[in-house]
T-cell receptor, first 115, second 114 residues
Framework: AQKVTQAQTEISVVEKEDVTLDCVYETRDTTYYLFWYKQPPSGELVFLIRRNSFDEQNEISGRYSWNFQKSTSSFNFTITASQVVDSAVYFCALSAGGGYQKVTFGTGTKLQVIP | GAGVSQSPSNKVTEKGKDVELRCDPISGHTALYWYRQSLGQGLEFLIYFQGNSAPDKSGLPSDRFSAERTGGSVSTLTIQRTQQEDSAVYLC????????????FGPGTRLTVT
């Protein structure tokens, strides 16, 4: 069985602060994929990043960075110098196991960036 | 358009009525998913299609819920005898089908049962 835990329900930061969103996952599969999605107030989920279980290299994309650590089963997401436009609900997701693409989503972390 | 579309965007219905929600996936995407998102909650998986087949219906809450997909494209989620607890946003997503691929989400249908 797969499980994704996003323990932080809501986070508030002041603009320009850095913020890290935590994601802890559980799976027995050795091959799996992790994702982050953003759901802005407008409601439509948008894909941010995919990481496979064999690639533990951290990734940076502009102000966004992701830290994948298999040893702790974590895939954390950091926003540097946060902006008001970063305010959204962020979901971590796991795809593992089975002969098809079953995806398990976390419950999401609501980020509010205060100007 | 190039994205996933859903219709209607909003639906208000009386308790006990049947509703149909439609999803048009991205052309060429073989996998299609339905999720339910209640106010302030996460994504609740409902059903998955690979082509026209639904190998995983485990998330359907009750036998009042059903879904079909035709021509490997459009999908319809039907809720019979709606109840107030069915009120939620119903999201559809599609992907290229393999588990490595990300999902593309539609804007959702907001269902309100009065």
């Amino acid at each position: 069985a797969q499980k994704v835990t996003q323990a932080q329900t809501e986070i508030s930061v002041v603009e320009k602060e850095d913020v890290t969103l935590d994601c802890v996952y559980e799976t027995r599969d050795t091959t799996y994929y992790l994702f982050w999605y953003k759901q802005p107030p407008s409601g439509e989920l948008v894909f941010l990043i995919r990481r496979n279980s064999f690639d533990e290299q951290n990734e940076i994309s502009g102000r966004y960075s992701w830290n994948f650590q298999k040893s702790t089963s974590s895939f954390n997401f950091t926003i540097t110098a946060s902006q008001v436009v970063d305010s959204a609900v962020y979901f971590c997701a796991l795809s593992a196991g089975g002969g098809y693409q079953k995806v398990t989503f976390g419950t999401g972390t609501k980020l509010q960036v205060i100007p | 358009g190039a994205g996933v579309s859903q219709s209607p965007s909003n639906k208000v219905t009386e308790k006990g009525k049947d509703v149909e929600l439609r999803c048009d996936p991205i052309s060429g995407h073989t996998a299609l998913y339905w999720y339910r998102q209640s106010l302030g909650q996460g994504l609740e998986f409902l059903i998955y299609f690979q082509g026209n087949s639904a190998p995983d219906k485990s998330g359907l809450p009750s036998d009042r819920f059903s879904a079909e997909r035709t021509g490997g494209s459009v999908s319809t989620l039907t809720i019979q005898r709606t109840q107030q607890e069915d009120s939620a946003v119903y999201l559809c997503a599609s992907s290229l089908g393999r588990r490595s691929y990300e999902q593309y989400f539609g804007p959702g249908t907001r269902l309100t049962v009065t």
